[in-house]
Structure formats: structure tokens, C-alpha cells
């Protein structure tokens, strides 16, 4: 959860392979949210599949998104015991 509101991703693995991250749940109070989000999701996801992990960059002017996105994909990983 951040303060504009909630990120959830859900983390596809094949062989212990991150193969793909969906966003479930993104801040969309408003179209300042969305227009962050559209820019910043696909950065993030490029991000984390390139580095097989949640140990990336956040977004320029997306600290919030970035920080939200870095949380659950590691949550995810945890539950995977990546």
C-alpha cells in the first residue's frame, strides 16, 4: 500500500524463472495516477524481469509506484521462495 494507494503484481515463474509480472492493482485516484502509472509500470516490470528479482531502480518521479511495485513483487517472490 502507499499513500495514493494500493500496487499488487502477480509474479509468473517457470523453473525458477521469473517469466512475466502482472499488475493487479495500481493508484488510480486520479488521472495524475494513471498517467504514473503508464509510464512507470512498464519501466518497472522491463526492470525486474531483466534482473530476475526485485532488486531494481525505482522510476524517476515515480517514487511511490516504484516503491509499491518493489514491495509486493518481493512479497511475491517470498511466497514463490524465489
Known amino acids: 500500500m502507499t499513500a495514493y494507494g494500493p500496487v499488487q503484481v502477480q509474479v509468473t515463474m ?3 524463472k521469473i517469466t512475466d ?3 493487479l492493482q495500481l493508484p ?3 488521472q495524475r495516477d494513471l498517467d ?5 509500470v512498464p519501466e518497472l516490470r522491463s526492470e525486474a524481469l531483466a534482473a530476475q528479482s526485485a532488486q531494481i531502480n525505482a522510476v524517476s518521479g515515480a ?5 509499491g511495485y518493489v514491495e509486493s513483487l518481493q512479497s ?3 511466497r514463490a521462495r524465489v
Open 63 to 67: 517514487t511511490y509506484t516504484s516503491e
Open 76 to 78: 511475491a517472490l517470498d
Open 36 to 40: 504514473i502509472a503508464s509510464y512507470a
Open 21 to 23: 509480472i502482472s499488475t
Open 28 to 30: 488510480n485516484g486520479n
Open 14 to 16: 517457470v523453473d525458477s
